[in-house]
């Protein structure tokens, strides 16, 4: 049986993939991939789990395929012991599902936000990776139950600590703007944009409420203090 030539139908598959999909390599990073978007496609975990089994009958030698193989094998044994890529995949969307938004128990501890940020200091985006964050929020609007979760956010958040103003203060400046001023021509640019912009009542009110919002927060962090 050719399964070289299987796999790769399964790759060129022209369909649109909806839902819960998974990302997967075509070159596998053990053969030589990379993690460009050339060499990375998004199937459904029942067509993942069966490119992974392909990928180890054209490679039978390769240990780390093997290994993924085996452990995406051990959440589709059901039925007896017998391996099923549709309980595979019905496994995976379950699982997804149970562990999103804020079912997820990482998703709040702070220690875990504190590592994932620090694997982003000194990271650069790409040009391209700008151009399509820029794209995708480009005409999103937040649901209203988003906007009260920010709002209660942003009431419930403590006032920034003198500590923490320090740090600010004393820190290194991007070296992007180091050393930059703004040319008198976007000094213009931004004066002129504002002219006649008039601030609606509702606006001036929800202000007035925030900065009130503030000062008791901050009244109420020294006293705990």
Known sequence: MNYQKIYNNLINRKIIRVGYVEKHHILPRCLGGLDNKENIIKLYPEEHYLAHLLLCKITPNNSKLLYAAMNMSSGSMINNGKRNNKAYGWLRRQYAESMSGDNNPNRRNPEIQKKAALKRVGQKRTEETKHNMSVAQKGRTLTDAHKAKLAIAATTRPPISEETRAKLKNRTPNPYWAGKTMTDETRAKMSASRVGKTMSEE???????????????????????
């Not at 606006?203 to 203090?225: D, H, L, V």
């Open 203 to 225: 606006a001036k009110a929800k202000m007035r409420i925030a900065a009130k919002i503030r000062e008791e927060n901050k009244r109420k962090f020294k006293e705990e203090k």
